[in-house]
């Protein structure tokens, strides 16, 4: 099994920042694909932007140039810098990972409120 935790959410004015962080535990060989998640009440969950083991990168439209993840092999944990905040931007994010390009794994959600 995998187990994934996730950190970094709250509240936050607009244009401010927030990093949320998500460490995976457990069986992680054959994890591949690192990414974070986002539904708003009322909307389906999006890809807000993922990271390969080798580094690849990929963003939604809304929020590149804003948001960057990265990724600590070391510490098997990825992260979601959110910068220049938006009132859209209010979600609960969810972590996922998936192995083997198959089967995915996902965290219980944080919620980040943008809100002045």
């Known amino acids: 099994q995998v187990q994934l935790v996730e950190s970094g959410g709250g509240l936050v004015q607009p244009g401010g920042s927030l990093r949320l962080s998500c460490a995976v535990s457990g069986n992680i060989f054959g994890i591949k694909t690192w990414g974070w998640y986002r539904q708003a009440l009322g909307k389906q969950r999006e890809l807000v932007a993922s990271i390969t083991n080798d580094g690849n990168t990929n963003y939604a439209g809304s929020v590149k140039g804003r948001f960057t993840i990265s990724r600590d092999s070391a510490k098997n944990t990825v992260y979601l810098q959110m910068n220049n905040l938006r009132v859209r931007d209010t979600a609960v994010y969810y972590c996922?990972?998936?192995?083997?390009?198959?089967?995915?794994?996902w965290g219980q959600g944080i919620q980040v409120t943008v809100s002045s």
């Open positions: 996922k990972v998936t192995r083997f390009n198959t089967y995915d794994y």
